[in-house]
């Protein structure tokens, strides 16, 4: 998913530089709720590693 949301930010910064100024809108949006979406998923899945950590879990 943050990969994407990179491609997404270089596709934004290409439109850009060029001119395309709702292209770039488009894909820098894009870019952005990807990356708050991987970042929730991160988030949520370092919490759920500690928490079975501390439980004793592996």
């Known amino acids: 998913m943050l990969y994407y949301a990179l491609v997404f930010l270089i596709v934004a910064l290409i439109a850009g530089f060029l001119g395309f100024g ?3 809108i488009a894909a820098a949006g894009i870019a952005k709720i ?3 979406i991987f970042l929730i998923m991160f988030l949520v899945t ?3 590693h500690f928490s079975r950590t501390r439980m004793g879990g592996v």
């Open 22 to 24: 709702g292209v770039a």
């Open 46 to 48: 370092l919490v759920t």
């Open 34 to 36: 990807l990356f708050f």
